[in-house]
C-alpha cells in the first residue's frame, strides 16, 4: 500500500506561480515512478508530469518549459513546480504514485484543486 497526501493547490493569477507537493508514506520501496495529472470538469485526466525511480522526466506537451517536476527522496515527496500559469491550467491534479508487482498497478492521491484566474 502507498498512501499520497497533496498540497499547494490554490487560487492564482494567469502569468503566476504555484508549486504542488505530494508526501508518499507506506511502501515507497514498491514505487517505480511519481507523477501528477490534472482533470479539468468534462474532460479526461491527462499527464502533466512524471519522474521514474532513476530521475527520468516525462511532460505533457502542453506543460513543457513551463512546468518542472523534481523528487526529494529523503522526505518521499515529489513537487510539481508550475510557472507562466495559464487560465487552461485549471484543473483538479492529482498525483499518482506506480508500482510494479506483476503489472503495474496505480495509486492516487484525493486531488487539489488549482484555480488560474484570467
Known amino acids: 500500500q502507498v498512501h499520497l497526501v497533496e498540497s499547494g493547490g490554490g487560487l492564482v493569477q494567469a502569468g503566476g506561480s504555484l508549486r504542488l507537493s505530494c508526501a508518499a508514506s507506506g511502501s515507497i520501496a514498491s514505487i517505480i515512478d511519481m507523477g501528477w495529472y490534472r482533470q479539468a470538469p468534462g474532460k479526461q485526466r491527462d499527464l502533466v508530469a512524471r519522474?521514474?525511480?532513476?530521475?527520468?522526466?516525462d511532460y505533457g506537451d502542453s506543460v513543457k518549459g513551463r512546468f518542472t517536476i523534481s523528487r526529494d527522496n529523503t522526505k518521499n515527496t515529489v513537487y510539481l513546480q508550475m510557472s507562466s500559469l495559464k487560465a487552461e491550467d485549471t484543473a483538479v491534479y492529482y498525483c499518482?504514485?506506480?508500482?510494479?508487482?506483476?503489472?503495474?498497478?496505480?495509486?492516487w492521491g484525493q486531488g487539489t484543486q488549482v484555480t488560474v484566474s484570467s
Open positions: 519522474i521514474t525511480s532513476g530521475g527520468t522526466t
Open positions: 499518482n504514485a506506480g508500482v510494479r508487482i506483476i503489472a503495474r498497478y496505480n495509486y
